[in-house]
């Protein structure tokens, strides 16, 4: 069968770009979620080069009814880009061109392909920013961003990857290409279908090219940071600075487990016994500063925003350092829950007999609750996931979501019924039944 299907895209693509399952499978055949053996199986691998091409393949797949999966840059945390069993992996790479940079109008235009990196070096070097900043910015790709509706530590001032889209151009699962919105800022024509798009993952349509809007440059960057003795105490000082009337464009934290994994190299400036770490950021004015400082109590410090963000973005590697591999989910709570999530994502882990510890976005309630485990032991990622699915019972029961940036992909799928009454899992199948009638793209993935 795999010869067929190589031979039929190699006519759309060109043999160059048709790449075999049994060779490059492996590579494409899963995302981050691979040490916790979520694993998939391609028929091939293909690498569209333009629009008129991806048309091309969803018209051969609807005619050969073969499942398509697209794929970005492979570095999702839900499986969302790993087949479930067989089909084509679209693999985006080649759409990277960047159609056209406007600074003066704080735009840009540029394919699913390009790095998020990219879209912030270009916005940098043409006196703007690009805020949405979910990690992995020289591996992750800007139609992978749209699929899942990325975020990062910034979106609780400046808002996720939706804020940022005008417009959009998709092609749907019969082949057909749409454009939806554009350069203008302003549109409400029609039913909100660019951000049915955005946060689909591939479900409902392959994005192609995306409009992003820019910004100038916040004119400071004031990080304040604090240590708490628990949980408890961070989560009221983090209350404190959103009654403080400051705005800041981030409130992180590390629980206790987490700051301890990443104290041996924390920046000079920080106390020398870790705890509850509170990290804020203002970009806006002196005042606001020392409003969050004050906030955050006689213990408060300023760090060199560098060294700090440079330092935070290594706490996935620190925590998996403890023990060698780790299963890591992204609920979402209300923030007056943040303690209590917090706590009991380590008595869950407890539990199970594996460490559980988190960090995350404490302004929007998102913790990445992690379960680490001793990659040695074989049963150590079977009671790790025991553990990851306990933390979405917890995250249900608090009022919240099963994920708040990862999105659902394979990892979490069938969870949304545990979430949303029936009625909403109805209209949300109607939908995707409405798009994909033969659901070959992406099956098994953002469902309930």
Known sequence: MAGGIERDLSRIVGDAFVLRADVDGGRYGHDMTDRAGVRGRADAVVMPGSVEEVAGL????????????PRGGGTGYAGGATPVDGGVVLAMERLNAVHQLDPLQWRIHVGAGVTTGTVQRLARENGLVFPVDPGAAEESQIGGNVATNAGGPHCFKYGTMRAWVTGLRAVLPLGEVVALG????????????????????????????????????????YPVCAV????????????????????????????????????PTAPSGFPDEPGFLVIAEVDSSE????????????????????????????????????????VSEDIAVPTDQLARAVEETQAIGRRFGVLGCSWGHAGDGNLHSTFVFDADDPSGAEQANRAAEAVLDLAI???????????????????????????????????KRLFDPKNLLNPGKKLA
């Open 397 to 431: 029961e608090l009022g919240g979501t099963i994920t708040g940036e990862h999105g659902v992909g394979r990892l979490k799928s069938g969870h949304l019924r545990r979430q949303w009454a029936p009625a909403a899992v109805s209209v949300h199948g109607a939908i």
């Open 287 to 326: 005042a606001d500063r020392d409003a969050v400082l004050d906030a955050l109590g006689p213990g408060a410090f300023a760090a060199d925003p560098r060294a700090l963000w440079r330092w935070r973005d290594g706490v996935g590697h620190a925590v998996m350092n403890l023990k060698g591999g780790k």
């Open 228 to 263: 708490f003795r628990d949980a408890a105490a961070g989560a009221d000082a983090i209350e404190a600075v959103l009654a403080s009337g400051a705005v800041p464009a981030a409130i992180e934290y590390l629980d206790d487990i987490v700051a301890r994994a990443m104290w």
């Open 58 to 69: 969803l018209r051969w797949s609807d005619a050969h009814d073969v499942p398509i999966v």
């Open 182 to 221: 554009g350069p203008q800022r302003k549109d409400v024509a029609g039913y909100d279908l660019i951000g049915l798009l955005v946060g689909s993952e591939g479900t409902l349509g392959v994005v192609t090219d995306v409009w992003l809007k820019l910004m100038p440059p916040p004119p400071v960057s």
